[in-house]
């Protein structure tokens, strides 16, 4: 079983994004990425992401 979580917090986001702090807030607020709250800090797992990048790519016609 492994147990391993990849979290990314917001600054990593914006980082692999490409996108400003606030856009990312923007998707976290919209629920267009599922996100969940630890402390003051926004948290963000792998397969959160690559939902977020799966329905994006379908939605734009973006090829994977």
Do not use: C, P
């Not at 692999?16 to 797992?45: C, D, E, M, P």
Request: glycine share 4%; no cysteine; proline share 0%.
């Amino acid at each position: 079983m492994n147990d391993n979580v990849v979290l990314y917090n917001v600054n990593d986001l914006m980082k692999l994004l490409k996108v400003t702090r606030v856009t990312v807030l923007r998707y976290i607020n919209q629920k267009k990425i599922r996100a969940f709250k630890v402390g003051h800090s926004w948290l963000v797992t792998k397969d959160a992401l690559d939902e977020f990048i799966r329905l994006s790519e379908q939605s734009h016609g973006w090829k994977t």
